[in-house]
């Protein structure tokens, strides 16, 4: 994603966290932690996108695909997950990469710092121990970071995910601003918020594609914005800011 286009992380900021950026080829992260974990957070970046890469050298299409891959035994832990999270909903694996990258990294922080966020090109890694706030990023909405998800601190790790049509270089066959998913798993998340911004080919969609999301097992909450229209399903708060 563009530096132009990420400028919600200016917005990003809870009470004594250090914030820092990790950034290494494509994967760009903003991490929110007790302290600077930034070496280890490199490291565990690093040994991530190794086994990706690995894959994908031997397993070209793999990068490319925008229908479900086969199952894979032998696929790291990593390519498992994205493959599994990935089929559910009827996308390509890489739909689901940047939320599964936000995910191992966050949950391997936790066990240095008890508070944990971090961000991957609007996909979010969340571990808190009170309350916070998301706002939701829709590009040229008149609604961008004007709407905000409460998020209870007992509901995290959670983690809550977006793809939008008009925000970034993510391929999306719809036109939502904004398709917002909240799961426990970020490789789901990520995978489904790809799978239900391409059902929005405009306002007038959003039900019909909230009442499929709704049928995804697994997830808590979605929030979709067209324009000036806004749909939710699910376990959420929506709050002004």
């Not at 999270?85 to 940047?98: E, S």
């Not at 191992?104 to 240095?112: E, K, M, P, T």
């Not at 594609?209 to 399903?233: E, H, S």
Request: net charge negative; aromatic share 6%; charged share 15%.
């Amino acid at each position: 994603m563009p530096e132009e286009e990420r400028t919600y992380r200016t917005r990003m900021a809870r009470g004594q966290l250090t914030a820092f950026r990790v950034v290494i080829k494509e994967t760009d992260l903003l991490v929110l932690a007790s302290q600077d974990l930034s070496r280890l957070t490199r490291d565990l970046v690093c040994q991530e996108r190794y086994q990706l890469e690995r894959y994908i050298a031997a397993h070209p299409e793999f990068l490319h695909t925008l229908t479900p891959w086969p199952p894979d035994p032998f696929a790291p832990a990593l390519v498992k997950e994205m493959i599994a999270a990935a089929a559910r909903v009827g996308v390509g694996p890489m739909a689901a990469v940047a939320g599964a990258v936000a995910e191992q990294v966050g949950r391997a922080l936790q066990a240095y710092s008890p508070e944990v966020i971090v961000e991957n090109g609007g996909d979010i890694f969340l571990a808190v121990s009170g309350p916070a706030t998301v706002a939701i990023y829709a590009g040229h909405s008149p609604l961008s970071q004007r709407v905000g998800i409460k998020i209870a601190a007992a509901s995290t790790p959670l983690s809550i995910c977006t793809s939008s049509a008009t925000v970034g270089h993510s391929f999306s066959r719809g036109r939502a601003d904004a398709a917002c998913v909240l799961a426990p798993s970020a490789t789901l998340a990520d995978a489904t918020a790809t799978a239900l911004g391409n059902r929005v080919t405009d306002a007038p969609a959003i039900p019909q594609a909230l009442d499929w999301v709704a049928q995804v097992p697994g997830l808590l909450a979605a929030v979709v914005i067209v324009g000036d229209k806004l749909g939710a399903w699910g376990e959420v708060e929506l709050v002004p800011l």
